[in-house]
């Protein structure tokens, strides 16, 4: 054990994600129930630059792990991808004597924490975002959630489209991965799923598909687009114009973010944060918190950050085979 460590803080930084909240509860109360003081950094680094540190105890996280959204809020800082500004933040946390800091977020916020590190703060990693493209591990907080979401707006929308006979393009966020898509795809029944790992950009294959669906009979014809794909308005009305069929585009946005998180989504947020108070607590730096193969581990950050992360071939495979 580290006895050089008797303060930490919490951030948490990037886009939200539900079950942010149960990570940060865990690593208040394993912290606290461990000796340590606990300091909230709010709205990620550019809070950490503006000062905004508040001290926290097991109170200050009741009442939240059935929560969505993060109570230390959460922002997006251009200063702190500069030197000065990192140096900046390192500085403050040596001020306010925080010596390890947990940040929950996904790789543009683990490499600011990789800098924080260098500058000799430790710093351990939380993967939470909603969009499980964070390649060195299998889980992200938030995207269990997210998916859970989706997949019921998404039968919503099937009901309507069935109804009049159409076809229905959704498009589901992941910045520039195609892991919602595929997930809902797949629970949704989607006649296609457009990935941006995958998707060849050939309409006129997809138009095809559409018309030989609805000679087959199928009264719908979901297809589900991915954020990084986009343009489904553009799309709804080529198809629409293509195929004679009614087509609408639905983009479901930020109601992906929000919500109580699902079980999953608290369960492995609560073992995570109290994970990564444990890293610190052995003296650990520079390292970031997975779920890989089974079990909770953990990487160095440089090293998570240069790994890869493709889409399942099997899981894909299936889901252009279950959409016949
Ligand atoms: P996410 O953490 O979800 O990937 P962003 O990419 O928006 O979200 O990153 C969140 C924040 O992390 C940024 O606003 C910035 O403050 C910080 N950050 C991102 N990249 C770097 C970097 N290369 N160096 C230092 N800080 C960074
Ligand atoms: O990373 C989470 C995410 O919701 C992505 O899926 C999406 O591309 C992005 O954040 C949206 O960011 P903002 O909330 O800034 O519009």
């Not at 950490?48 to 993060?70: F, H, P």
């Not at 393009?169 to 790992?197: F, H, K, Q, S, T």
């Not at 003296?283 to 079990?295: F, L, P, T, W």
Request: proline share 2%; charged share 25%.
């Amino acid at each position: 054990m580290n006895e050089q460590i008797s303060t930490i803080g919490v951030l948490t930084s990037g886009g939200d994600a539900p079950g942010m909240n149960a990570a940060i509860r865990a690593v208040v109360r394993t912290a606290i129930s461990k000796g340590l003081k606990v300091k909230g950094i709010m709205r990620g680094y550019a809070g950490l630059l503006n000062e905004e540190i508040v001290d926290m105890d097991t109170k200050s996280v009741a009442d939240i792990i059935q929560r969505g959204g993060t109570i230390l809020y959460t922002a997006r800082c251009h200063e702190f991808r500069t030197p000065e500004g990192q140096q900046k933040g390192a500085e403050i946390c040596k001020k306010h004597g925080i010596q390890g800091l947990v940040v929950i977020g996904g790789d543009g916020s683990f490499q600011g924490a990789q800098k924080l590190s260098h500058l000799g703060i430790n710093t351990i990693g939380i993967p939470g975002t909603i969009d499980l493209d964070i390649a060195c591990t299998d889980y992200t907080i938030g995207f269990d959630t997210a998916v859970n979401t989706a997949m019921e707006a998404i039968d919503k929308i099937r009901d309507t489209s069935t109804s009049h006979e159409r076809c229905s393009i959704i498009e589901v966020m992941g910045r520039n991965a195609g892991y919602i898509a595929l997930w809902c795809g797949i629970a949704n029944g989607a006649e296609d799923i457009l990935l941006p790992e995958k998707y060849d950009g050939n309409v006129e294959k997809l138009i095809e598909h559409i018309k030989e669906t609805r000679k087959k009979g199928k009264k719908h014809h979901i297809v589900i687009n991915a954020e990084g794909i986009g343009k489904s308005q553009e799309l709804a009305e080529r198809v629409e114009r293509e195929t004679g069929m009614e087509t609408r585009a639905t983009i479901l946005g930020h109601l992906q973010r929000g919500g109580s998180p699902t079980c999953k989504d608290r369960v492995y947020a609560s073992i995570m944060g109290a994970y990564a108070v444990d890293l610190l607590r052995e003296g650990k730096s520079n390292r970031v918190v997975a779920y890989s193969k089974g079990e909770y581990v953990d990487f160095e950050i440089d090293e998570a950050l240069a790994m890869k992360k493709n889409i399942d071939e099997y899981q894909f495979t299936v889901s252009g085979n279950l959409a016949r």
